[in-house]
Structure formats: structure tokens, C-alpha cells
């Protein structure tokens, strides 16, 4: 069994206030567990309040325990990486100046260049960011 033991006054405030005011809702939760755990709450206590499984609430609590604060907090870099890169987004940028209404063109040109499928919509949303 692991316990969050050895938790400061002023740790424990913290971490209530990241319960209360936190906009991300996986730090709060985590927040909260760290918290739950203090109070002597079981990981299979804490995965059934938390609908997750008991290997979930144990990596949260080892992040905890090597990382404190930081271990709330998702690392960078997670998530599917972008097909283009930044030059790629630039020069599709261009292409749909060129070809304002036709953006199956768009898509052929990306096709052919870089050898990336991409759908209307992908462009689209390139297009949108740069508003």
C-alpha cells in the first residue's frame, strides 16, 4: 500500500487551492488524490472514487513522490505529432492564395510535394490558425 505521508501545511494549502481554482481537470483530480491519499484513503479507494484504474492512481502517486508539484501536470509533447512542419503550413498558405476556391488543388499540390495525404478539412484547419 502507498500513502502520501510527510505533507506540509503549506503543501496541503496548495494543494486545495489547485482543488478548488484548478482549470485543468486531470491536475485537479490529481490534486485531489494526492490529498485523499494523505488522509489515509486506500489506492483501491481512490481508483473507485476516481474511476480509474489502481495502476493510474499508482503513477500518480509515484509522480508525486519524485516530482511534488510537477508531477500534477501532464509532460510535453504528448499527442499525435503534425504531418507538416511550419515551412510545409507556410507554402500551403500561399497555394490556397493562389487557389482561393478550389481546395482539392490545395490538397494535390501537398500530394505531390511532400508526399502527405491530407483532407480538405486538414487544410481548412491549417488555414484557420493563421487567422
Given at each position: 500500500?502507498?500513502?502520501?505521508?510527510?505533507?506540509?501545511?503549506?503543501?496541503?494549502?496548495?494543494?486545495?487551492?489547485?482543488?478548488?481554482?484548478?482549470?485543468?481537470?486531470?491536475?485537479?483530480?490529481?490534486?485531489?488524490?494526492?490529498?485523499?491519499?494523505?488522509?489515509?484513503?486506500?489506492?483501491?479507494?481512490?481508483?473507485?472514487?476516481?474511476?480509474?484504474?489502481?495502476?493510474?492512481?499508482?503513477?500518480?502517486?509515484?509522480?508525486?513522490?519524485?516530482?511534488?508539484?510537477?508531477?500534477?501536470?501532464?509532460?510535453?509533447?504528448?499527442?499525435?505529432?503534425?504531418?507538416?512542419?511550419?515551412?510545409?503550413?507556410?507554402?500551403?498558405?500561399?497555394?490556397?492564395?493562389?487557389?482561393?476556391k478550389n481546395l482539392k488543388?490545395?490538397?494535390?499540390?501537398?500530394?505531390?510535394t511532400y508526399g502527405v495525404?491530407?483532407?480538405?478539412?486538414?487544410?481548412?484547419?491549417?488555414?484557420?490558425?493563421?487567422?
Amino acid at each position: 500500500m502507498l500513502f502520501i505521508e510527510n505533507l506540509y501545511s503549506p503543501q496541503i494549502k496548495f494543494l486545495q487551492r489547485i482543488c478548488k481554482e484548478s482549470k485543468k481537470h486531470h491536475v485537479l483530480q490529481r490534486a485531489h488524490c494526492i490529498l485523499l491519499s494523505y488522509k489515509g484513503f486506500s489506492v483501491t479507494e481512490l481508483a473507485r472514487i476516481f474511476d480509474k484504474t489502481k495502476r493510474t492512481i499508482y503513477v500518480w502517486l509515484n509522480q508525486w513522490e519524485s516530482q511534488h508539484f510537477a508531477g500534477l501536470y501532464d509532460e510535453k509533447g504528448r499527442g499525435r505529432k503534425p504531418k507538416l512542419n511550419d515551412n510545409q503550413r507556410q507554402q500551403i498558405k500561399k497555394w490556397a492564395k493562389e487557389f482561393p476556391k478550389n481546395l482539392k488543388k490545395v490538397v494535390a499540390l501537398v500530394r505531390e510535394t511532400y508526399g502527405v495525404s491530407v483532407s480538405k478539412r486538414t487544410i481548412k484547419r491549417i488555414l484557420r490558425n493563421f487567422n
